[in-house]
């Protein structure tokens, strides 16, 4: 299947491959499911992603690098990471 998502920032064919292999085969899939869902469907997958990948993710639905998304944002999904990453 053809997929847009490897053109939006912070999104490489890696990550683009396990968002389709969950579902997600499509940049305006991706915003409706958001963020934090798209990284617990990516965790049944990889029980490993980090929260760069959830930075990520966020980033891109704003087109912001990761490592340039606002502190209070990175605040917020790295309390949603630590909430998930106890639950697995």
Known sequence: MKSDLSKHTNIGKDTE????????DSFEK??????????IRLQTIDPGACISLLYGLDGSLSDTKWNKLPQERKAELLQFYNMVKKEI
Request: net charge positive; charged share 15%.
């Open 17 to 24: 491959a396990k968002l389709i292999q969950v579902g997600i």
């Open 30 to 39: 991706l915003k409706s499911v958001g963020t934090e869902q798209a990284f």
